[in-house]
């Protein structure tokens, strides 16, 4: 009986503790000049005490143990503390008021600053600034039920390590209206590339496109999107085994040397559909030879633009970089030790699975080694694999 009492009062003190969302926690920025609301869960019935700024605001939780405790309006500025009470006790800390903005959307909005690091390495360098904040909202799908908080997430400011993973558009736009105002900024990041409108709805909003709703009722039990998930898998593992099965060139290792004497030429930016590959989607090897005179320096970095869709990198025979999809700018640094005077050798291994494979017109194609510049535009090399 003992036990059993001890387990009881063990499991209601559990119980009865306090929890916040990830969003209410250190380092928040909350909205200014408005009453901001405080939430959590508890036990029911629970007394919460929530003490800020020499004064105590009180609530009890209802029956689903929800609270919510209402704060007055406050001015810019900070940094304030936050103590929380029931059978536990919480303290925030670092808390500012400024302005919070929703930074939402497709990619645009979602493409982080670390795609930015090389041309924006001054302003990523002189970025630290604890007045601007991001909270990065992890990207994930549940259709079951509304959820009431994030699996992840946290206050982060910004510095040059940290601002690698703001929104690019949100960090410039929140240090410039900083720099002009001097009123914290916090980014609540919750972008996604390629999702659809509809996908942003609450199951009570879609409920007015029929359509829309029908399609969402065949998401709901989990059970069509874990047969998606397996069969992407599936089609996406056979594909690439079947392409690197039979694909010659990794067979014969062109990524270390090839005789390249029965291999066409094509102009490079531009893709492969435009010549006389035509629409052929698989693996695509390019060769791009080019003479240097002497290496002094222990860095290099190879510019490739962009390319469609994967690619993998080899200089003189040697990796050094590999993306696995067209969107992000192909930056490869390596160590200039591969290099040698007189002639090197590029090869690039391109895998395309639809559309037009090949190198995106309109971005930059270069060697950088020292205060050298290399231009890879041009006549390249290339065989389907």
Known sequence: MKKILLTFLITVSINAQIKLPRLISDGMILQRDTKVNIWGWASPNEKIELEFNRKTYKATTAQDGKWTIQIPSQKAGGPYEMTLKASNTIVLKNILFGDV?????????????????????????????????QFLVPDEYYFEKERNDFSSGSW?????INVLQFTGVGYFFASEI????????????????GSPAESWISEE????????????????????????DE??????????????????GVKNKWANSAETSDWNEMQIPGYWADGELGKTNGSVWFKKEFILEKVNENQAKLILGRIVDADSVFVNGRFVGTTSYQYPPRIYSFNAAILKEGKNEITVRIINNSGKGGFVTDKPYELIVGDKTIDLKGTWKYKLG
Do not use: H
């Not at 916090?186 to 996604?192: F, Q």
């Not at 089609?235 to 694909?247: C, M």
């Open 101 to 133: 903005w929703l930074c939402s959307g497709q990619s645009n909005m979602e493409l982080p600053m670390d795609r930015l690091k090389d041309k924006y390495k001054d302003e990523i360098a002189k970025s630290a600034n604890t007045n601007i904040r």
């Open 156 to 160: 982060v400011e910004a510095n040059p």
């Open 178 to 193: 900083y720099d002009k105002y001097k009123i914290p900024i916090g980014l609540i990041n919750s972008a996604l590339g």
């Open 205 to 228: 909003g879609i409920k007015k496109f029929p359509e829309y709703y029908q399609e969402y009722l065949k998401f709901k039990d989990g059970k069509l999107e874990k047969q998606i």
């Open 231 to 248: 069969n992407d898998r599936k089609v996406s593992s056979e594909w690439y085994k079947l392409l690197n099965n039979t694909d010659i």
